[in-house]
């Protein structure tokens, strides 16, 4: 660690972890890397877990928002086997439970183009089953008979992201995590080549490791260094009706709409996906436009009681993939940052590979796909 007078507040014995951003993914980090005997500090802009992560539906839909197998599919595998274990791991720790449902998604096709799309996943994507339109209306009684079938993937579970904000805040002050909030990154500091911490308001803060994990404000402390990350907001809107009794069991997932069932009894509907910038502004256009599509699904909701609607910033990323790994030109940063539609999913397996790069381990994972440097040409440690 770096040998500076200014502030020498983080300093122990312990190697030091500074994490920028407390959204799921940067929780997710600062939870192994204490695990792995980091003294570390979470920054954030806001509160904790207000962003994205807590706007979420909550999917772990490895299968579902994959569509091709490869690296992005390995990667949504991996950290969907990590879940379980990892939100028990969390209830044990904190008494606080992530509200885990074992429930299958039902992708759903409504036409001929749709239906063959799903179909042909089939022959690379394990645990997936067709369902014919009279196997569907079996498992899903009250869906609307223009479904013409659907692949059930049973492995394709749900959370609720706000009580898994309530578990992983709380474990962390468990771990003896300095949490500070309300408390900006401006800027990643420099020092004989590496990244040596970040420059607050209250002056600086020095680390042996700092992770990026600021959604999608990412880009802003990444463009000083020269790097232009290629992560943007992608704005997510989503409505809850309390149904008189729960209609569907499996989450159903159609082209543009996702009805997740919570265990509160609410219906979960989401989401609209815009380039607006950072703008979270809900608008009763898109309440109703979610509203009949989840009809269009299951005719019942019509009656069901409006609950409340909300809107968060994916970290969006053009290629779909995160950024996940540590990039030549700027020693000493990880990169977790452009999770987009997943990071709710991919946090426990982020977590872990981000601890892997902290200690010089090989990742569990090939990295070469998530690469920090690969929009700008440059190459990123593959580890
Ligand atoms: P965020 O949660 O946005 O956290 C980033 C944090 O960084 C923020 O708290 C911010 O204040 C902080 N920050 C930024 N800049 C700074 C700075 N300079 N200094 C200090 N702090 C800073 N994913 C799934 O897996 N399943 C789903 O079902 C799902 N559904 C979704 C539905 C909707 C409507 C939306 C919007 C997203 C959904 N997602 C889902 C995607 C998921 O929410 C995101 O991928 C995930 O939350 C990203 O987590 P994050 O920690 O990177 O970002
Ligand atoms: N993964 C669901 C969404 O981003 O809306």
Redesign the pocket.
Known sequence: MPNHDQDRSNVSDRPAAIV???????CAAALELIKAGFACTV????A??????T???????AQVETHEPGPFYKLCRHSQELYRPWTEELEELTGITAEYVAEGILRVALDEEDEAQLRSRLSWMRGAQWLSAEQIRAAEPMLAPEVRGGLMLERDH?IMPTALAGALRAALVKLGCRIREW????RLLQHQGRIAGVQTAEGPLYADVTVL??????P??TEPLGLKLPVFPV????ISLRPEAPLNRSTLFAKSCYIVPKRDGTALI??TQLEVGFDKRTDAEAVAKLYRKACALLPAMRDAAFVRTW?????GSRDGLPFIGTWPEAPGLIFA?G????????APGTGLLVKQLALGEQPALDLTAFAPGRAAGAAGVSG
């Open positions: 920028i951003g407390g959204g799921i993914i940067g920054l954030d802009q806001g904790l877990m207000q962003e994205a992560s706007a979420a539906a909550g999917m772990l839909g749900h408390t900006p990154a401006y994990a600021a959604g999608a404000w990412a802003v402390l704005k997510g809107q989503c989401g989401a809107a968060g910033l994916r970290p940052a999770h987009y539609r997943n990071g709710i999913l991919l």
